[in-house]
Nanobody
């Protein structure tokens, strides 16, 4: 069992930056690929980014590529999402997830997920 707790969300103006963190419990953090998803009001949850177990492989949704960066620190059992050049359309609840691989996470196939953190970008 892996428990995930997100933090770092908030209100930011368009063009600003935020850094989300996701702390994982348990000793098996490095056994999972990790990902970030988001869900805006009235919309389905969508894939944002994923990173492999070692951190050597990443993949991003086209809508965020070049602006958002996923990283992980296996020593701290934490995955991050650095969000730059934020746009109002980035407003959503952001969820951290753990899954078998980057490819499966990109297909929304995850094993564990957190409770989410709200990100609001004002225009």
């Amino acid at each position: 069992q892996v428990q995930l707790v997100e933090s770092g969300g908030g209100l930011v103006q368009a063009g600003g930056s935020l850094r989300l963190s996701c702390a994982a419990s348990g000793r098996t953090f490095s056994s999972y690929a990790m990902g970030w998803f988001r869900q805006a009001p009235g919309k389905e949850r969508e894939f944002v980014a994923a990173i492999s177990r070692s951190g050597g492989d990443t993949t991003y949704a086209a809508s965020v590529k070049g602006r958002l960066t996923i990283s992980r620190d296996n020593a701290k059992n934490t995955v991050y999402l650095q969000m730059n050049s934020l746009k109002p359309e980035d407003t959503a609840v952001y969820y951290c997830a753990a899954g078998p691989s980057v490819e499966q996470l990109s297909r929304r196939e995850y094993t564990y997920w957190g409770q989410g953190t709200q990100v609001t970008v004002s225009s």
